[in-house]
């Protein structure tokens, strides 16, 4: 059975900084692309950050640029998320998401992933 399971998500204050990890089990995704995701109340599931296999390409939100990085350690098959000068705006459910296919670009589009993690709450306080 395929799991992504998030961690790290908390409370924090304005200009704090969390570490969201994401680890994979039932299969490797070391040779697949994967992304973070953000849904706050009310809004849409958007894309905050994508990477490729190899983990030398990355795509990120604009509202996010600078201040997050999206990495891998595809031997430990798990992802990671360091978020930075964080803002009350980042405040969301967080999900990692694995596609299934082998190899490709950076996927930003959340319907070509096909599993995802059960998301884990970050909340920032002005």
């Known amino acids: 059975q395929v799991q992504l399971v998030e961690s790290g998500g908390g409370l924090v204050q304005a200009g704090g900084s969390l570490r969201l990890a994401c680890a994979a089990s039932?299969?490797?995704?070391?040779?697949?692309?994967m992304g973070w995701f953000r849904q706050a109340p009310g809004k849409e599931r958007e894309c905050v950050a994508g990477?490729?296999?190899?983990?030398?390409?990355?795509i990120y939100a604009d509202s996010v640029k600078g201040r997050f990085a999206i990495s891998r350690d595809n031997a430990k098959n798990t992802l990671y998320l360091q978020m930075n000068s964080l803002k009350p705006e980042d405040t969301a459910v967080y999900y990692c998401?694995?596609?299934?296919?082998?190899?490709?670009?950076?996927?930003?589009?959340?319907?070509?992933?096909?599993?995802w993690g059960q998301g884990t709450q970050v909340t920032v306080s002005s």
């Open positions: 039932g299969r490797t995704f070391s040779v697949s692309p």
């Open positions: 998401a694995a596609r299934a296919a082998v190899g490709g670009q950076v996927i930003t589009t959340p319907t070509l992933y096909d599993y």
């Open positions: 990477i490729n296999w190899l983990g030398v390409a990355t």
